[in-house]
């Protein structure tokens, strides 16, 4: 088993700056965790503290239910996977590999055994002979991979390690990534600034912002019930757009035009905000053109007419951005709209839909 617990756990450093504020996560054994947030939001300093390469200012880290936070880095077992791989260049791929081992007095027949075999699973084997120099930059990640699974530890810390890859090969090794963290089972904390990447690796995902844990959640829960505009502007690409609205009787009234609510629905976000003032989320897919449904569908949203400042196609993806109350905004999926371009610049009509059970709050982010 192999559980991380931050308790409470805070980084304060020598300036006084708060990287980490009152951290507070429970991993499970085998999940694959990700943590999330904006440049400077402390990502690297809980995985910094996690590994032993930062001192706890307070709180407690348990592994396994054993508090660590004075233990040595090299004793918590626990395997690191860096952006810049910090690969030996002296060593061949095999040295590199086989390092950890070769430092723990393991035999040479061991140790040839275990590299083998990490080599065949990162696909690595035919060029066991050769130094780092000599590799591309996705053939150097597998080996730092190569490295982290051969000594099989309790736990994987990666800390951006597809950054400097581009963009194909990010995606390609993203998703072995994945598969290899399914296969064995290892507890992984993964750091990242990319929402895509968050979206598609991690059981769960922590996103902060400045020191602080903001939610804690399934990917789709984040995506679908983000607790606050940081969050529901952060997750999702293109971002979700806001709008000003006012509470009304029956809903809430905002440039678009009136948006109608179930009264539970109404109730729900009476209770919740003080204020009459609200912010509206709507997620791009939530825009769709008006022209192409039935009455009574249209009936159900909030119809307006927008000018359509520029279609963008990205193949399967089209977005169309229009300008309101002075803010750009972004709808997807409208597809017709979109391959007849030349008619509907000047004033398609779209209709808009409250983005599902998220993100109608005060105007405040916290
Ligand atoms: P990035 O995505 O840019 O790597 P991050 O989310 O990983 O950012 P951290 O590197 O954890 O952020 O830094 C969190 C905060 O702590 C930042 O404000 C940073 O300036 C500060 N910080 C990091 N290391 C130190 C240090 N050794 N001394 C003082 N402040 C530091």
Redesign the pocket.
């Known amino acids: 088993m192999a559980e991380i617990v931050l308790d409470h756990v805070s980084?304060v450093?020598?300036?006084g700056?708060n990287?980490?504020h009152e951290f507070d996560l429970t991993i499970g054994d085998g999940e694959f965790v990700i943590?999330v947030?904006?440049?400077?939001?402390?990502?690297?300093?809980?995985?910094?503290m996690i590994a032993g390469l930062?001192d706890i200012s307070s709180g407690e880290l348990r592994i396994d239910g054993k508090r660590v936070n004075e233990v040595a880095p090299k004793d918590r077992d626990i395997a690191m996977v860096f952006q810049s791989y910090a690969l030996y260049p002296h060593m061949t791929v095999r040295e590199n590999i086989a390092f950890p081992l070769t430092l723990a007095k393991m035999s040479k027949a061991e140790i040839d055994k275990k590299v083998d075999d990490a080599a065949k699973i990162l696909d690595v084997t035919s060029y066991l002979d050769r130094k780092p120099a000599n590799l591309s930059g996705g053939q150097r990640q597998r080996v730092a991979m190569g490295r982290a699974i051969v000594r099989s530890p309790k736990a994987f810390l990666m800390?951006?390690p597809l950054s400097n890859l581009d963009a194909k090969l990010r995606v390609q090794m993203r998703t072995e990534i994945a598969q290899l963290q399914q296969r064995l089972g290892t507890t992984t904390v993964y750091?990242t600034?990319d929402q895509t990447e968050a979206m598609t690796l991690g059981d769960r995902v922590v996103v902060?912002r400045?020191?602080l844990i903001q939610q804690v959640g399934e990917p789709q829960e984040l995506y679908d019930r983000p607790v606050n505009i940081f969050v529901a502007g952060f997750i999702g690409s293109p971002a979700m757009n806001f709008v000003p609205g006012r509470l009304t009787a029956d809903g809430i009234d905002t440039a678009l035009g009136a948006m109608r609510l179930s009264e539970e629905r109404r109730a729900t976000i009476a209770r919740n905000e003080s204020a009459q003032e609200v912010v509206v989320g709507i997620r791009p897919e939530h825009f769709e053109d008006a022209a192409l449904l039935t009455d009574s569908v249209r009936g159900t949203g909030t119809v307006f007419t927008a000018e359509v400042d520029v279609l963008e196609s990205m193949g399967s993806d089209k977005y169309a951005y229009f300008t309101l109350e002075g803010a750009e905004v972004s709808s997807a999926e409208l597809e017709e709209l979109a391959a007849d371009s030349e008619s509907s610049i000047g004033g398609p009509q779209l209709i808009a839909r409250l983005s599902t059970e998220s993100a109608v709050r005060q105007g405040k982010p916290i």
């Open positions: 980084k450093f020598a300036d700056a990287a980490v943590l947030g904006p440049s400077g939001c402390g990502k690297s300093t809980t995985l910094n930062e800390d951006e750091v600034h902060m400045t020191g």
